[in-house]
């Protein structure tokens, strides 16, 4: 489990910084060919691509942070006491990884800014859940049909989000942001399965159907929290 959430770590921050980047080479390319700033924004590939690094810079921070230092948690309960002294490089992980939810924006502000963003992609148009479900033929049939559920599951948690009050929003956001980056993790999943080669292209296959059959797990526990916004725990700063 610690190797596959790794894996799926870097996949959300690999997609995220792509994101990001292709978001302003355009912009940049536009500008130089004589565009102002705002004509640029403009631009249908501009315009998608803000909406896209809205929302993933938010979420890859997010889950990025708390995953880390509970897959470290789990690392450090393998190694016992060895893990804890200085002997290993884990008790510098797991100091290091303990600041990434507080440092530059803590987990909750980096929920906050990702909501608006994650709603838009399922209200407006869907052009989130058109992304989610594209580029699919890779995926077996069975995982394909648990993905759709996933994200079936994500749209069902944003449809619950928005009829609660404010006070009930915020307690629940995590659990919608949470999982939007296992649905967009385990979609990277499979595309990066499907390039590499031989042996190790069918275990990260493997490991993609595990995460995904795990996140469908959660999504379903999130689901039902949301349903019972009283069960949800009180969201930390």
């Known amino acids: 489990k610690i190797r596959r959430d790794t894996n799926a770590m870097r996949l959300l921050m690999l997609e995220g910084a792509r994101v990001v980047d292709m978001y302003h080479w355009r912009m940049m390319h536009l500008v130089q060919d004589g ?72 987990s909750q502000i980096q929920v906050n800014a990702a909501i608006g963003p994650l709603l838009n992609g ?16 890779s995926m077996p049939s069975a995982e394909k049909g648990w993905f759709t559920e996933l994200t079936e599951e994500l749209e069902k948690l944003c449809e619950l ?15 919608l942001i949470h999982t939007a980056a296992q649905t967009i993790a385990s979609r990277q999943y499979f ?21 995904l059959w795990d996140s469908l797990g959660e999504a379903r526990l999130a689901r039902h929290k949301v349903e019972n916004p009283a069960m949800a725990p009180v969201a930390a700063g």
């Open 35 to 106: 565009k102002t700033e705002r004509e640029a924004k403009r631009d249908p590939q501009v315009a998608r691509g803000e909406l896209l690094a809205n929302l993933f810079t938010p979420l890859a921070k997010y889950y990025v942070a708390e995953v880390s230092n509970k897959r470290i948690y789990d690392a450090l309960q393998v190694f016992g006491g060895a893990g804890f002294v200085e002997d290993y490089d884990l008790a510098r992980i797991y100091r290091d990884a303990r600041i990434m939810p507080v440092y530059d924006g803590t």
């Open 122 to 137: 399922f209200t407006r148009g869907g052009w989130l859940k058109e992304l989610l479900l594209s580029d699919l033929e």
């Open 161 to 175: 989000y928005v009829s609660y009050d404010k006070e009930t929003r915020e307690k629940i956001a995590v659990e």
């Open 191 to 211: 595309l990066a399965a499907a390039k590499i080669p031989g042996n190790l292209g069918q275990e990260f296959a493997e490991m993609a159907g595990e995460y």
